[in-house]
């Protein structure tokens, strides 16, 4: 499973950008989808996650009720509307997939938010 992450940038605060992430290879296996950042100096830290079917979703507290993850099956493609952008929400951004108890990461998109 390859995942590709697109849609990042330059923004400023208030702003908006959409990121996608299209799963390439045996994508009739990828489970749970999400989303992670890490800014710099930083740990890695969750964003969100769906389900494989879509139909249930979670957020990190930081993000909700700004962000919104959504999925497309037939596309196997992945995304994240990001609104009312803050500074804080500066870091490359990387989508992650679980195929049965592996991990798949994509190579990141950096997001930039300017006050």
């Known amino acids: 499973v390859q995942l590709v992450e697109s849609g990042g940038g330059l923004v400023q605060a208030g702003g908006s950008l959409r990121l996608s992430c299209a799963a390439s290879g045996s994508t009739f296996s990828i489970g749970a989808m999400g989303w992670y950042r890490q800014a710099p100096g930083k740990r890695r830290e969750y964003v969100a996650t769906?389900?494989?079917?879509?139909?249930?979703?979670n957020y990190a507290n930081s993000v909700k009720g700004r962000f919104t993850i959504s999925r497309d099956n037939a596309q196997n493609t992945i995304y994240l509307q990001m609104n009312s952008l803050k500074p804080e929400d500066t870091a490359v951004y990387y989508c992650?997939?679980?195929?049965?108890?592996?991990?798949?990461w994509g190579q990141g998109t950096q997001v930039t938010v300017s006050s």
């Open positions: 992650w997939g679980r195929v049965w108890r592996d991990d798949y």
């Open positions: 769906i389900t494989s079917g879509g139909s249930s979703t």
